[in-house]
């Protein structure tokens, strides 16, 4: 049977328009992108992990789900300062639960925007977010900034779906009605398509966005920049009145911006970039996040409105505590400051500098997870995990931090679990039971 | 003058957050008192006596205690937070937040300081002979005020971010630094004797920063106002001649903020 609009759990983008027909042990995908394609044919993949299973003398042994419970629940319980990272690809309830599971035991909850776009993240907290969802900058924006990203390859359907073709209320003709600027260090595919191609030294970002701001304010900017950006102040010059020209412009920004040298700040500036055109300069934009991960907005948005921050919580005094680079998990797995880890949906090994990752290996880590991987691997108990907008119901947050309920098209292929979330469920009830013994 | 000493006692694993140990804490309390001071280990709370062994008491006021810790404390954060008077000596490195949000009184460390020395301090003297990391005397995560009054020195280098947000006292930096000094900053006095990398200034609308050596990357929105030689504020002199700029003009149409670059060590600018 073939289902139509499956929400897509790969990246931001949250494609719902995907088609798929499971029979005879094999999928067929209509509508999604390579990446996407790759995740759908997980759920009749070999490599799936279907058993839980402890690791004993370095070896996996296979136990039944309740040892292996019993087990991760003693792990977190015994654990005087755990990390529990909720990953992004899973629910926003399966890390609702851990937000909670965080705050009972007084240890750190962080989710994949650490290592991501937490720099996007804490600029706007510096800055503010003048913002819209995707449906604005496809009904109204003529101008495209693609800053520091190359969506053609990170999120393949951005320029179709929310970006540069689609037919708007007041963008009829598509791409013919849109401009696409580019600022990127590399000649990428999205630069070949784009009108103009900004390519600055790698790292200038900030001094470019600062010069931009200083030409919008009257002001000639310092010549050194040149040198710095290896862009001419002539062509900054081009890009403002581009931008003065366009009625709506949607900048999009990727990790090139929010994670090179100067993280947060350059976002900080980019946010006073769109501000400072907003109030003064008779025209309108937007600014987005390119949000790599599947449900990586969404831990943001629900840690926000539970807690107050949006990544790095530190519960140890009972309420939740934010400082990115004290309470962040690449700092506190460098600085040997947790003493256990959860992970859930996310290879976090594998995406943490080497001393991190060794450490991380080194304490008791337990993991839930659909596939072996470098996380897997280094985990002390392994909890199999079900694949959200597959086989369970649940919310993601799109990149423009729009809620997506999303409904499975086939079920959890596991007796003892419906999804991540009831598995976080059920491990929170075994540790409570085992902190009210204790 | 009552004098208390702090030995640590062991080697500590999860960082201690130690936000009692300040003359204020300490006043009035006699030995026993302050060992049985509460410390945080993650989401416990232990005795101070767990990873110190202190010897004698505090003075009967802030301005009378002495604290003299005797070893690397570089593992535990918030020590001398919030005082208001008294004296530290750290005979090593601290942790993190080390005179966090202090307001009066002096403290010198004789090693290095792990980041967020001096955060939105408003008095006091806070001295670190070693290096810093980052955020010194800067403003919390997304909050628009830094340090507010008082003196911070550092003799080695410092990171990024240094004085974020700053609108009074001053920093001085005897090495050089690294990126986004003075970020913000709206009044107070930053001198850098070294070098630095990156974004001197940037965003600010007011205050002086001085950098001596040379600066890599300058920040774009600055504008030139000439030379200036042999600079004087108050009790800090900077000799020789300096290129005189105002900024930051991205976030501004008026900015007040002055940066001076060396003269000789930026032939660029």
């Known amino acids: ?438 | 003058m009552a004098e208390v000493k702090l030995t640590p006692n062991k080697e500590i694993d999860l960082k201690v957050e130690a936000d009692v140990i300040t003359p204020d804490e300490f006043a009035g309390k006699g030995k026993s008192e302050i060992e049985q001071l509460l410390v945080w280990q993650g989401p416990s709370q232990y005795p101070l006596s767990d990873f110190f062994d202190v010897e004698g008491e505090g003075g009967s006021s802030a301005e009378d205690t002495t604290i003299v810790i005797n070893g690397d404390v570089s593992r535990v954060k918030l020590i001398g937070a919030k005082m208001t008077a008294g004296k530290i000596i750290v005979k090593g490195s601290t942790g993190m937040h080390v005179g966090s949000q202090m307001a009066g009184g002096e403290i010198v460390v004789e090693g290095d300081a792990d980041s967020w020395p001096g955060m939105e301090m408003t008095g006091g003297v806070l001295h670190i002979k070693g290096n810093a990391g980052d955020h010194v005397g800067s403003a919390y995560r997304g909050s628009w005020h830094g340090m507010k009054g008082g003196r911070l020195i550092i003799d080695g280098n410092a990171r990024s971010q240094i004085g974020g947000g700053m609108t009074g006292g001053e920093i001085i930096i005897g090495g050089s630094i690294e990126n986004f000094c003075g970020i913000r900053q709206t009044g107070g006095l930053i001198v850098v004797k070294g070098n630095a990398i990156r974004a001197v200034g940037a965003e600010m609308s007011g205050g002086t920063i001085v950098i001596g050596g040379n600066i890599q990357k300058f920040t774009p929105g600055m504008q030139n106002e000439g030379e200036e030689s042999d600079l004087e504020f108050e009790d800090i002199k900077c000799s020789g001649t300096f290129k005189k700029f105002r900024g930051d003009f991205a976030i501004a149409k008026n900015p007040k903020g002055i940066v001076y670059a060396g003269k000789e060590t930026n032939p660029d600018l």
Not at chain 1, 135 to 164: E, F
Not at chain 1, 220 to 243: N, Y
Not at chain 1, 362 to 387: E, K, N, W, Y
Request: hydrophobic share 35%; with cysteine; charged share 20%.
């Open chain 1, 1 to 438: 049977m073939v289902v139509k609009n499956v929400v897509c759990p790969v990246c931001g983008g949250s494609c719902e328009d995907i088609q798929v027909e499971l029979k005879d042990n094999s999928i067929t995908v209509k509508n999604a992108c390579k990446m996407g394609n790759g995740k759908f044919q997980e759920v009749v993949s070999e490599h799936r992990i279907k058993d839980p299973m402890i690791k004993k003398d370095g070896k996996f042994v296979k136990v039944s789900w309740e040892e292996a419970l019993d087990k991760a629940a003693e792990i977190l319980a015994n654990s005087r300062r755990p990390l529990l990272f909720m990953g992004s690809e899973t629910s926003c309830e399966a890390q609702e639960v851990g937000l909670h599971m965080g705050e009972y035991l007084g240890g750190v909850v962080d989710s994949n925007a650490t290592i991501c776009h937490g720099p996007t993240c804490m600029g706007i907290q510096e800055a503010g977010l003048p913002t819209s969802t995707c449906g604005v900058a496809i009904n109204r924006s003529d101008l495209n900034i693609y800053w520091g990203t190359n969506p053609l390859a990170s999120m393949p359907r951005h320029m179709s779906k929310y970006g540069l073709f689609p037919r708007g209320y007041w963008t009829k003709r598509g791409r013919f009605d849109r401009k696409v600027i580019t600022v990127d260090p590399r000649k990428t595919d999205t630069a070949v398509a784009s009108d103009l191609h900004i390519q600055l030294q790698p790292n200038s970002d900030y001094e470019l966005l600062n010069a931009l701001l200083t030409i919008l304010n009257g002001k000639t900017p310092h010549h050194s920049v040149e040198q710095v950006t290896g862009i001419a102040i002539s062509v900054m010059e081009e890009m403002v009145d581009m931008m003065l020209e366009a009625k709506f412009g949607s900048i999009n920004v990727g990790l090139g911006a929010g994670s090179s040298f100067g993280k947060h700040r350059n976002i900080e500036m980019a946010l006073n970039l769109v501000k400072e055109l907003n109030n003064n300069h008779g025209t309108k934009f937007r600014i987005g996040a390119l949000r790599g991960h599947c449900n990586v907005a969404g831990f943001n948005q629900i840690a926000t409105y539970l807690y107050g921050y949006p990544f790095a919580l530190d519960f140890a005094r009972g309420y939740a505590r934010y400082n990115p680079g004290e309470t962040s998990c690449v700092d506190l797995l460098r600085e040997k400051d947790v003493d256990a880890a959860l992970v859930l949906g996310a290879d976090l090994v594998g995406h943490t500098p080497a001393d991190s990752a060794k450490y991380l290996c080194q304490i008791p880590m337990v993991c839930i997870d659909i596939a072996p991987g470098p996380t897997p691997s280094g985990a002390d108990v392994l909890l199999p995990g079900v694949i959200d907008a597959f086989e369970c119901d649940g919310t993601f947050y799109r990149l423009d931090n729009v809620p997506v309920y999303f409904e499975p098209f086939t079920d959890s292929p596991f007796d003892f679990t419906k999804s991540n979330e009831d598995t976080m469920k059920q491990l929170f009830a075994k540790v409570k039971e085992l902190k009210e013994k204790a």
